[in-house]
């Protein structure tokens, strides 16, 4: 059974930091791209970061670029997503997902959630004012 588990949410007062992981099992994912999206109470799920299969290209939001780093370890067929400088909009459930129709591909990663075709669970990540 293929899955991913995403964990390292919390709660965490603006202006901390968090790091989620999320671990593959039951099929590597080290040829494919990864990303993580979010989504907050009454609103649609949000690209976050995207990271291809080597993790030597990463595309970020807007809304986060300079404050969270998307990172791979393929040895351990795992993801990461490091944030810092949290603020209470970044409050909401954060998801990872594989795009495995990206295999070995170093373009533009896509941002749709439609792409992705494997999702975790997903974490709470709460930040408080």
């Known amino acids: 059974q293929v899955q991913l588990v995403e964990s390292g949410g919390g709660l965490v007062q603006a202006g901390g930091s968090l790091r989620l992981s999320c671990a593959a099992s039951?099929?590597?994912?080290?040829?494919?791209?990864m990303g993580w999206f979010r989504q907050a109470p009454g609103k649609g799920r949000e690209f976050v970061a995207a990271i291809n299969w080597s993790g030597r290209n990463t595309y970020y939001a807007d809304s986060v670029k300079g404050r969270f780093t998307i990172s791979r370890d393929n040895a351990k067929n795992t993801v990461y997503l490091q944030m810092n400088s949290l603020k209470p909009e970044d409050t909401a459930v954060y998801y990872c997902?594989?795009?495995?129709?990206?295999?070995?591909?170093?373009?533009?990663?896509?941002?749709?959630?439609?792409?992705?075709?494997?999702w975790g669970q997903g974490t709470q990540v709460t930040v408080s004012s």
């Open positions: 039951g099929r590597t994912f080290s040829r494919d791209a």
């Open positions: 997902a594989a795009d495995t129709r990206a295999t070995y591909y170093s373009g533009t990663l896509s941002r749709s959630p439609i792409q992705y075709d494997y």
